[in-house]
């Protein structure tokens, strides 16, 4: 069987029983036009069917990314795009785009029920995702310990660049509500660095990073700068071991959602959550004064709406 059937055969017995009749206008079928009539490699047979079963996701990543996922080389992914016929991987990502976005966005050529099965798949692997966080905040010691060193940090300093600074600045906001001086960095470079140094210099003792997919450089660098300046570093991220963890004194770790085109953030919103009640439970007095200084400011300068 030539190896454009095989990738079909195979992808219709994981689309929910769709049948070969399936409009040819879907995204699974756009996407198994791309590989027939071309001889494939199992390697390159293994990258296909990953496509498959990960549309959307797989049409963004990056090609370290893929084949890290698929546990095939670089070079493999590469010769993989030129069998297809196209220049290069991102030449073939590029093609990809437009097939993973009609499957998110719900064009008119996604039938609903494929739409609909995508959209649970990815809130299936965030519950997923929520249950091994809470395994992991069986044993709540170390979640507790962290806040306690947040708290007495004056200043603290929060950082989170590119895609992780929505965490970063959630947390702060939240954490200003019951922390005297918490300071947001969300650029990197020299401003970081000015900014770190003026957190210790400052009497800051800790600073609290986030680190989500795609790690920055930047990011990596801010923390070695933070270490140099003798600040302590906690970070949150998605994986328990790598580079950044290595560079940290303390690291708590949640797992993203990647069935998406882009990934979303329930686990380290929640053990971030986590955290602000440990610094809040570390200093009751001082929350519960600040809380009600906030709410006091909030009343007279009418911050919310009370419809």
């Known amino acids: 069987m030539p190896s454009g059937q095989q990738a079909r055969a195979q992808a219709s017995a994981i689309t929910s029983g769709q049948q070969s009749s399936d409009n040819e206008g879907a995204p699974t079928s756009r996407l198994l036009a791309l590989f027939d009539g071309h001889r494939l490699s199992p390697a390159q047979r293994r990258i296909a069917q990953y496509m498959v079963d990960h549309l959307p996701e ?29 220049s290069g991987f991102p030449a073939l990502r590029e093609a990809l785009h437009p097939i993973a976005l009609s499957a998110v966005a719900g064009s008119p050529d996604t039938p609903e029920e494929i739409r609909r099965n995508e959209l649970q798949a990815a809130i299936d692997t965030e519950i997923e995702n929520l249950e091994n966080l809470r395994r992991l905040l069986g044993d ?14 004056v200043p603290l300093t929060v950082l989170g660049l590119r895609i992780s600074v929505s965490l970063a600045e959630y947390f702060a906001y939240a954490a200003r509500r019951i922390h005297p001086d918490v300071r947001l960095v969300t650029r990197g470079g020299s401003v970081a660095f000015d900014a770190l140094l003026q957190s210790r210099e400052a009497g800051g003792t ?34 328990p071991l790598g580079p950044f963890v290595d560079e940290v004194d303390v690291a708590l770790s949640a797992s993203t959602g990647s069935r998406l085109v882009f990934d979303s953030y329930a686990a380290p919103g929640v053990l971030s ?35």
Request: charged content about 25%; proline content about 4%; aromatic content about 8%.
């Open 58 to 86: 797989a049409a963004f990543l990056s090609i370290t990314d893929l084949a890290e996922r698929v546990g095939v080389s670089q070079p493999s992914v590469t010769r993989f795009a030129s069998a297809l016929g196209f």
């Open 140 to 153: 709540p010691n170390r979640v507790i310990e962290l806040g306690r060193d947040l708290a007495r940090s």
């Open 206 to 239: 800790w600073v609290l990073a986030f680190s989500m997919p795609r790690y920055a450089e930047e990011t990596l660098a801010a923390i070695r700068d933070a270490r140099s300046t003798g600040l302590r570093v906690a970070l949150i991220t998605d994986q």
């Open 273 to 307: 959550a986590a955290v602000l009640q440990a610094m809040a439970d570390a200093d009751p007095e001082r929350t519960q004064a600040r809380l009600e200084g906030y709410e006091q400011v909030a009343e007279q300068h009418h911050f919310f709406h009370e419809g």
